[in-house]
């Protein structure tokens, strides 16, 4: 079974999901998005209280909001930061661009990192992820699907009720319309949804009632999921 935890950091409220397997005591992280060390002491205390180690951060995309606590982990952890390279520009280009629009200043956010791809499978903690690049909100957005959990991490490309921005530097709407309607709409119905901000849902309930998806709506699989727990923190 793999377990998922949900902390939600930052002033855009930003969700950090934590996953690993039944027997593992090792943890990925996606998006850590902790703006001041109080988070960063609730991340380290459930590793604790959980006997976990994080093995790995991957990023859904550049956004600071998405990578603002990944510094912190690695002056504690030496660990790999997966990003899809057409997003380093991205990051690289926060301080007057998206975080100046949003009001905050501070340096830009530079680490190493290992790229991922559309297609690439990453076998971590027990389980795997398959890297969906979902371009259309950020060149390198990208979705993580565990097809054998029937969970997708959805980043910003697409929310409970809602899609991506696409103002921002890099945005396109027809873009992540494309990206929406063939990589995300085609995935079962019964999948759940931990998108990057607000509550999760599930691929049959955005299907037919997310307004900016209307012209794909459809009935098909239009019932709940009753896939793995998911918690909030």
Request: charged share 15%; net charge negative; aromatic share 10%.
């Amino acid at each position: 079974m793999l377990h998922t935890r949900i902390f939600c950091f930052n002033p855009l409220q930003t969700n950090c999901v934590l996953l690993w397997a039944d027997g593992s005591d090792r943890c990925t992280v996606v998006d850590p998005g902790m703006s001041s060390p109080e988070g960063t002491d609730q991340l380290s205390a459930f590793f604790t209280s959980h006997s976990l180690t994080p093995e790995a951060i991957i990023l859904t995309h550049g956004h600071f909001d998405h990578v603002w606590g990944v510094k912190k982990l690695l002056a504690l952890y030496d660990i790999p930061v997966y990003l899809h390279p057409a997003d380093k520009d991205i990051m690289k280009q926060i301080t007057g661009g998206f975080a100046g629009m949003e009001g905050f200043n501070f340096l830009k956010h530079e680490f190493p990192t290992l790229p991922l791809a559309d297609g690439q499978v990453l076998g971590l903690s027990g389980f795997s992820l398959k890297v969906i690049h979902t371009p259309g909100h950020t060149p390198g957005g990208v979705c993580l699907y565990s097809a054998e959990n029937s969970l997708l991490l959805s980043g910003d490309t697409l929310f409970a009720g809602s899609i991506g921005r696409t103002d921002l530097a890099g945005g396109d709407y027809d873009v992540l319309m494309q990206s929406i309607k063939d990589k995300i709409l085609t995935l079962p119905g019964e999948t759940d949804v931990i998108p990057g901000h607000g509550q999760p849902t599930s691929i049959a309930r955005e299907a037919m009632y997310n307004p900016f998806l209307e012209p794909f709506n459809q009935a098909d699989g239009d019932s709940p999921s009753e896939g793995i727990p998911i918690h909030f923190v």
